[in-house]
């Protein structure tokens, strides 16, 4: 049986917000020992983290601690924006094991350094989750780098944030807090995990085949010009939707190539980077080859409330056989109250369809899931993730 509990503070003092938040914890698993403690902290906090480190020790009997600043922490209990917040969870189980690694260095090394630490630990049914810092590791060759299978191995986590500045942020392992490269651990034993990736975004018009492209450009789709295809495609747009989406188009590429029919969480987003009149060619930030579907899309506010809706009404239903454990959700910084104009608007989405689960997470600089059994890292995404006992 997994045990876990989750718990938050707002006191001021380091010491007594993080033995608040760690007695609450354990006391909503029921143990009095924990054989993991993951640990958000907004970084007014972080000058402290000795004191930090000491009182989930010594409230949680673990010596296994894991986490990262966030500028908004969350918890089952809301999200924390633009206010001071230590949020802990505790878990322990005979079922469940947990690797936690700090790792420095190039994307290559940090690979390196945790396949190294993960590699005797790795099972069927394991999860990833990193804490990268974005000064120093780009998250994508981060993801690339250690292995694209999300299927064998999802990686699911965030990039650390601090301060507004992006100036201070850290990242946690056990008693030592550090800049730069990369945290996280690594999950295995026997249980499930079903992940939702929330993107936000609105389709525009229909999905249309590449058929012609070379690495980032596509020059054709379904056998028209690039360009030409995403001019008639804008034509669809009313004044309302630029005005609601900032006036940025996304393209979306569909990562399953057996999937005719891509919906919701189908789509890998990326940013249209450039156009080229002359070839009637689009740029994007990722690599497309001939015969996938793409699909131009808008983020808006109601396009964002309507995904995550509908994602973690699939979540609860691919898991109403068996109550998850669980739950970690780690949205963009871009989200949140800036996106909807409203505080906690994903959890309570999340309560709604699972009232009672301890859900820990953070915004994030970049957010980390598969999408078509793949693994990447994305932008403005909210990703959702749940254990489950087998």
Known sequence: ??????????????????????????????????????????????MEYEQL?????????CDALIGCSGMTILTSGGEFEEEPAIAVMVLRSEQLSAVPFSTQGTEVEISEQIQDSIQSALRDDSLLIIFPD??????????????????????????????????????????????????GVLLSGNFNTEIGVAQGCQPIGKPREVTKADGQIIFELDGEPALENFKGTLQLLTQDDIRRSGGTVFVGIAMDDTNKNPTRGDFLIRNLVGINEEHAALAISEEVEVGQLVQFHLRNPAAAAAEIQAIVAQLAEKTREQVPAFGLYFNCLGRGKGLYGVTNHDINIIQEQ??????????????????????????YTGVFVLCTEN
């Open 1 to 46: 049986m997994i045990r876990v509990g989750v718990g938050h503070s707002q006191d001021l003092s380091t010491a007594d917000a993080a033995e608040r938040a760690t007695l609450t914890a354990m006391g909503n698993a029921g143990i009095a020992k924990a054989d993991l403690a993951i640990v958000f902290a907004t970084i007014n906090y972080q």
């Open 53 to 61: 480190y000491q009182a989930v020790q010594a409230n949680s009997s």
């Open 134 to 183: 974005i000064r120093t590791v780009n998250p994508a060759e981060l993801v690339k780098q250690i292995g694209g299978d999300g299927t064998t191995l999802p990686i699911v986590g965030a990039a650390v944030s601090g301060d507004a500045t992006g100036a201070q942020m850290y990242h946690w392992k056990d008693a030592q807090a550090t800049e730069g490269g990369a945290a």
């Open 354 to 379: 699972f009232p009672g689960l301890p859900v820990i997470g953070f915004f994030g600089n970049s957010e980390f899931a598969p999408i078509g059994g793949r693994n990447f890292a994305h932008a």
